[in-house]
């Protein structure tokens, strides 16, 4: 028997021709909008794309180290509750750009828990552009953002999981699947449809077997309907990045409730160890295509190096910081970008921070001070934001 | 190294191409290297324990072939087993032991800190270990020695089966090492239905059951008893689909080079009594239990007493064998206690004569099923709680049924009214349909559908399976359960 008859290498054939035909009708595709699961990522998304909007002057890029002191200003700021899956401003920067430059912007948030550099890119690439573009993009990062090495790959983030499905990423293939395994999976994914798309295809069949269920045999009706709260009891590890609507709240504080913590150190240290250089320079790559991208686009870059406390930069490995640091600096040289070092800044002390490396609400208060200052001050940051400056008038609400 | 993982996937072509390039007479020193390659990419130092292992067993039972008086040859095979035994004592059961004995010294009034040893339970102990002890003692009861180092280092590591069995027996394994068996295709078609059954056994029935199996055995006072139930049954297909998959992707695996391992299932849960379930279920494991510890014991050789004896340390030390707790303890010990019970039933059965007449009955015969079932699925209770409080809990839910069918509602069952994962009101159709399939799988089996199923079926199988595979494989899937084993 030849292999042309072997019914294994026949199935093998036949596969490849459904997946084909799968692929030509797009089974199960789902819209890239269209998020099964809230997270953060999916909140500030479905924001941002929304049409009340509008277009946004400033993103706010960053992971939590922006998200956290960004939403907490606001919420000492307007003296209520912030809800953090439908807030995304910076309501107190707004005013205090407008105090020192006279110019009233409109700011959108784009901070997300554990957003890496990738992220970020993948954000600027695929949804800052058009009508949606920025005049300036304020990318806070942290040492954290560029040698986590309980990341296993820029593909295992929350916000990638969303953001990669809005375009083509193959032209990075190389930084977001660095390993072999991970080539050989992310080839496979390209290769054969029913496995590059298994997520949208899967969430379809969930879907119409839910309907299908929901009809045969509907949930009989009680005074006790079931939960979020109880399944994640039951559940701790299913869907775990799910937020809902009103669950995750940025209350008002005063200065006595802010008080240091550092418990995060020992995360911090498992994050800090073996430091994979490969990871750096991929993520640096990141930074500065990002960086490309936005200038190309006429969007001025605003990069900070965040202020962290000295016990948590003393968890690095000697040398890092300032590999790190050099390295930021010279990045928003080349790409023309404007460059806020705050890393190890005497503006900030201890009690700024509401652990080793976040800010709280007081520390964010400082933080957006300095930033408006300085991006009053200065000339690319206004010179971007003029509608009347006509080598960036060309380009706004233009695609590229 | 996983079967259900990418590492898999280019290791097993990989192996399978040079062993079919490779001349027969380095096949074994291919499939040793590949072996040893596979166990050790999980943690290579304890590629010493089990070539220290190898070594020792490899020099030491000859000695037990050569010995002419009966008195040392017990006595080297006793020294054998020790060792096997203590090396698995010492990485699987020194913490059970030492809880045990600071819950003992706790009861005389003595406070007894445990030292923390820092020992992980090497992959696949349990059944390296068992493989040793099998072949040493079929020396001693007169089978002859493997004489190359090469193919007794193989017969335990062989990596197909290396992690979770089937146990094998080396006088069917080592012997297919010296076939210089050519190339077939049937060797790939075949191999490959089986690794993508074992795939789909795993990934689309067992680790969907896992996460309500997880849910009940994790929070028993958030469901009802007729809930209960549905996870405990849910719990049996769980463990069925879970193993009978990881042994069809090792038979398939060892397929495509040609060697054949024993089957360890045959369609456990249509066995008509507790006896009939140990014949079907995890078959190289009961075979094993048999013949190196219930005979060695006295099996049913000592009248009835002692027969019961023998049979309830058997299957208590099975229980054991499958984890150092109390529940699995207790496990095996039910198992032990329902045998005699069994045994019991029998023979008053026959005092009363009405048994002949019983067994060619059908109603008796599906009513056997169904209650040998339910018995085997309270053992399960044991086997899958965390510790004997929630095996508690849950027994006790479980026997609230009468009262909970009394007054039946639907909206007494939490399955119904958990919509998310679906997987959980899905179980009222799925615990039936799988219910049913097994015997529809019997039936085709006994018109020996599966000798030669019909061309068309296989190859559409094969594609259904890939497609569905390729859809619904996770990210990551959880380890096979047998692994902690």
Known sequence: ?400 | MLFNSLQYLVFLPTVFLLFWLTPHRFRVPLLLVASYVFYMSWRPIYGILIFGLTLANFLLVPFIEKAVEQKNKKLILGFTVALNLIVLGIFKYAYFTMDAVKSTLGVVGIDWSAPHLHIILPLGISFFVFEFIHYAIEVYRGKPVVKNFLDFALFPSFFPTQIAGPIKRYQDFVPQLHIPVKFKWEYVDEGMQLILMGLAKKVLIADNLALVVQAGFTHPEQFSSLDMWMITYAFAFQIFFDFAGYTDIARGSSLLFGYKVPINFNLPYIASNVSDFWRRWHISLSTWLRDYLFIPLGGSRGGKWLTYRNLFITMALGGLWHGAAFHFLAWGAYQGIVLIIHREYEAAMQKIGVHEKLLQSKVYHWASVVFTFHVVCIGWVFFRADDMKIAGQVLTKLFEVPTALMHFSASQLAVLQIRDPIIFPALVLILPTLMVSTFVVNWLNNKKFYQSPPWAVQVTVMVALMCLLTIFTPDSSPRFIYFQF
């Open chain 1, 1 to 400: 028997m030849g292999i042309l008859r072997s019914k294994f290498f026949i199935s093998v054939a036949l596969f490849a021709v459904v997946s084909s035909l799968l692929a030509i009708v797009r089974f199960g595709n789902i819209a890239p909008t269209d998020f099964p699961i809230r997270t953060w990522t999916g909140w500030a998304v479905e924001d941002f794309l929304s049409d009340k909007k509008g277009r946004p002057n400033v993103v706010f890029l960053g992971s939590s180290l922006v998200l956290v002191p960004v939403a907490g200003v606001d919420a000492d700021y307007l003296k209520r509750p912030i809800d953090g899956s439908h807030h995304h401003q910076s309501q107190y920067f707004e005013d205090q750009f407008k105090k020192h430059s006279g110019i009233q912007v409109k700011t959108f948030n784009f901070g997300l828990p554990g957003e890496m550099p990738s992220d970020a890119f993948l954000i600027t690439k695929f949804l800052l552009k058009g009508e949606k573009r920025p005049d300036v993009i304020v990318y806070g990062v942290g040492p954290r953002d560029f040698m986590d090495s309980l990341l296993p790959s820029p593909a295992a983030t929350d916000p990638y999981q969303y953001l990669s499905r809005f375009g083509d990423v193959t032209s990075h293939k190389h930084l977001i699947a660095p390993e072999w395994d991970q080539r050989l999976n992310f080839e496979l994914g390209q290769l054969f449809y029913p496995y590059g798309h298994n997520y949208d295809i899967s969430v379809t069949a969930d879907r119409t077997v839910t309907s299908a269920l929901d009809k045969i045999l509907p949930a009989p009706k009680t005074d006790k309907p079931y939960t979020i709260a109880e399944r994640r009891l039951l559940f701790p590890q299913y869907k775990q990045m799910e937020i809902g609507a009103a669950e995750a709240f940025f209350r008002p504080t005063t200065p006595e409730q802010r008080t240091f913590d550092n418990a995060n150190m020992k995360e911090y240290k498992k994050r800090y160890a073996h430091l994979n250089w490969r990871t750096f320079t991929h993520q640096m790559k990141f930074l500065a295509d990002l960086m490309n991208t936005a200038r190309d686009r006429g969007t001025q870059v605003i990069l900070i190096s965040m202020p962290i406390t000295d016990l948590n930069r003393d968890l690095l490995e000697k040398g890092t910081w300032d590999s790190y640091k050099k390295s930021l600096k010279v990045l928003a040289q080349s790409k023309g970008a404007s460059y806020l070092d705050l890393g190890d800044s005497k503006a900030f002390s201890i009690t700024d921070f509401m652990d080793t490396v976040h800010l709280h609400s007081g520390g964010g208060a400082k933080l957006l001070d300095i930033l408006a200052e300085k991006a009053a001050g200065d000339h690319r940051v206004m010179s971007a934001l003029d509608p009347t400056n006509s080598s960036i008038a060309g380009l706004k609400g233009g695609q590229l």
